[in-house]
């Protein structure tokens, strides 16, 4: 059987240059991927290349030798950057194509060898070439589109083995006096290469697959994301109005039965009413308080909501918590001190959020320290922000306690060292605030050795 290698090279250059034409067409259709243009440019370079093979006779030597390899190792590296740009994220390694130009340079300087030198130089290269990319294709391939980058992968695969055995035939086979003998291992090899550029077009059908398949998982992963987000959302509402409910219920029937019984209760001396309008006073602060807190809990958990960032004194926050507290901490013999260090004079947020965070801290740390103890309100630079610390020598939290302390669901009423009573929302409120302030709330604390809670918020710049 007669091979007429001319002919070989006219349908591979044909090959290729429809399979260039068909995956521009997916390409204006929107079937593409990343690094789809790579690949239709290796491809185009592959069909000039195997043009230009069938042109040699009438072109000169060296333009005949040098344009058709260089175009070929061209499109090779080309398809490795394509591939590399679809499994990747990471830059391509640009040295890649340090191969092309090398081979070309090669090319040039041994034109003038004899064929089997010349067309060993070719197969290692190539084989080097399409060695790589089906290495980039076989690297930590991901299980959903194992079988699509395997068959990918295939016709490179072949490619370089094709090549290694005929680098192998080149250097140790018998003469083959010119690349137009119609017979031998040269033209068994463009047969073979007629069947693998065959299925190039198919890689991009199945490079094209994928991403759509990847397109399709993301957006079930963001579905199932958002439904999860939902269901949480709607736990939380749902908890939200039964906390409402609960913590709101108990204080107002509370006081309006304390009322009935200790205020509109004929022959009641004054002394007694006055007593009994000072504790009502107090739920009703109380009540305001938690209604505070719920408010402003709210609007954190608005995604419109945004606070209005503005330099904020931090001495002025202090003085503004510690007369708010005075009373408190004074009943209490409880002693706080506060230090405001260099560079952490001003942070950067929304004031009233700021206000209503440090005012929550510190009076969480009076309720649950001992009387007698000491409270260290302090501010310092930390790396760009400003880092409030709120420590006491309180009660402290345990360790099953804190890890669900900014749970609502899980939210649960603890009495001060005196029975003060809370809401339980407090830390949960003021690391919702400190958040949507782009800051970070943390605490640490152990049982009987008291509590620290610290948050940063940006400082403004200068």
């Not at 390409?27 to 069909?47: D, H, M, N």
Request: charged content about 20%; proline content about 4%.
């Amino acid at each position: 059987m007669r091979l007429d290698i001319p002919t070989l090279s006219l349908v591979l250059a044909m090959v290729h240059v429809m399979n260039a034409v068909l995956s521009l067409v997916l390409s204006v259709s929107r079937q593409t991927f990343r690094g789809a243009k790579r690949w239709i440019a290796g491809q185009i370079c592959l069909g000039v290349s195997f043009l230009g093979l069938l042109l040699r006779p009438w072109l000169p030597p060296l333009v005949g030798i040098v344009w058709p390899n260089a175009l070929f190792l061209l499109g090779t590296t080309l398809y490795g950057h394509s591939l590399w740009a679809f499994r990747f994220r990471r830059n391509f390694p640009k040295l890649a194509y340090l191969l092309p130009a090398v081979g070309t340079i090669a090319f040039a300087l041994f034109y003038t060898s004899d064929f089997n030198f010349r067309a060993a130089l070719f197969s290692a290269f190539t084989a080097i070439a399409t060695g790589a990319i089906a290495l980039i294709l076989f690297y930590r391939v991901e299980p959903y589109f194992r079988v699509a980058n395997y068959l990918t992968a295939l016709p490179f695969a072949l490619i370089a083995l094709a090549n290694a055995t005929r680098l192998i035939v080149n250097l140790t086979g018998p003469k083959v006096p010119s690349f137009d003998s119609q017979a031998g291992f040269n033209a068994l090899y463009l047969l073979l290469s007629i069947g693998v550029s065959s299925l190039t077009l198919f890689g991009y059908f199945m490079m094209n697959g994928i991403r759509s398949e990847r397109a399709l998982l993301l957006k079930d992963e963001e579905i199932e994301r958002r439904n999860g987000d939902l269901a949480e959302l709607a736990r939380t509402r749902a908890m939200f109005l039964s906390i409402i409910a609960h913590d709101l219920r108990s204080p107002i029937g509370g006081s309006a039965r304390y009322v009935r019984k200790h205020l509109l209760k004929s022959g009641t001396d004054l002394n007694t009413k006055l007593g009994a309008i000072t504790t009502l006073a107090g739920t009703l602060d109380r009540t305001y308080e938690l209604l505070e807190q719920l408010l402003w809990w709210s609007r954190a958990q608005e995604e419109a909501w945004a606070p209005t960032k503005v330099r904020v004194e931090v001495g002025a926050v202090f003085a503004s918590a510690q007369a708010l507290a005075k009373d408190m901490a004074e009943a209490k013999g409880i002693l706080v001190r506060f230090s405001i260090l260099p560079g952490a004079e001003a942070l950067l947020a929304d004031r009233e959020c700021v206000e209503l965070v440090v005012r929550n801290l510190l009076s969480n740390a009076i309720k649950f320290s001992d009387a007698g103890g000491e409270i260290r309100l302090r501010a310092e630079p930390s790396k760009g922000a400003v880092r409030i610390v709120v420590e006491d020598e309180g009660i402290g939290i345990d360790e099953a306690t804190l890890s669900n302390l900014f749970k609502i669901e899980t939210k649960r009423f603890r009495r001060g060292t005196e029975g003060e009573l809370g809401s339980g929302f407090g830390l949960i409120l003021c690391k919702s605030l400190v958040e949507r302030n782009s800051g970070v709330l943390e605490i640490a604390s152990v049982p009987g050795d008291g509590t620290t809670v610290s948050f940063s918020l940006p400082a403004p710049t200068r």
